[in-house]
């Protein structure tokens, strides 16, 4: 009898624990097929050297947050050159309506010799205050930057520099609103060259 009353008690408190516990220590294992986004590593890099206390580590994450927040609403095709300044951290934010069926691709070219930006989709919340759910983006390709001489002569002479490109697409399962961010490292940026389109 006192056996099965300890055995009751121990079943309570474990069940209470695990409840309490559950939008914390639980919450990792509910998205295991999940992993971050490359801004989202580099967010957790500045977090763990706690770069994301200082006042420039605090303006680079609210920068990302506004570009999602306050988005620009634009149309397919879209075709935009961007400079985002390196003294100061900066995001791009567009908002665009796809149809389930259409596919989007979207073409990033540096203007100059720099590292490409972060570039996320993500869907809208449906209620506000919530967070927007982080969409699949699948690389076609990536392409460093190469030096083309346009004219014989000395080596460097006459050459023209591509900047580094890269292509992604994505599919909707579903109609609705979609925010393309774009957003540079720390002290980081210079002049992009963006083009998104709808097939279908």
Do not use: K
């Not at 609210?62 to 390196?86: I, K, M, N, T, W």
């Not at 980081?188 to 083009?195: Q, V």
């Amino acid at each position: 009898m006192h056996f099965r009353t300890l055995s009751a008690s121990f079943a309570a408190v474990l069940l209470v624990v695990l409840l309490t516990a559950g939008c914390t220590a639980l919450e990792p294992l509910a998205s295991p097929f999940s992993p971050p986004t490359p801004r989202e590593r580099y967010a957790l890099n500045l977090e763990a050297v706690e770069l994301d206390v200082t006042t420039l580590g605090q303006a680079w994450l609210r920068a990302g947050d506004e570009a999602v927040s306050s988005p620009v609403d634009a149309e397919a095709p879209l075709r935009e050159v961007l400079y985002f300044d390196p003294a100061r951290p900066e995001a791009a934010g567009f908002r665009m309506t796809l149809r389930e069926g259409q596919r989007l691709e979207i073409r990033l070219r540096a203007l100059q010799e720099a590292p490409l930006p972060f570039v996320e989709l993500l869907q809208p919340p449906a209620v506000a205050g919530e967070e927007p759910e982080m969409l699949e983006l699948e690389a076609l390709d990536l392409q460093p930057a190469v030096r083309v001489a346009e004219s014989a002569g000395a080596p460097g002479e006459g050459a023209s520099l591509q900047g580094q490109r890269a292509t992604w697409r994505h599919e909707p399962g579903e109609d609705g609103a979609v925010i393309l961010r774009l957003q540079p490292e720390l002290l980081s940026g210079g002049a992009f060259e963006l083009e998104a389109r709808v097939l279908g």
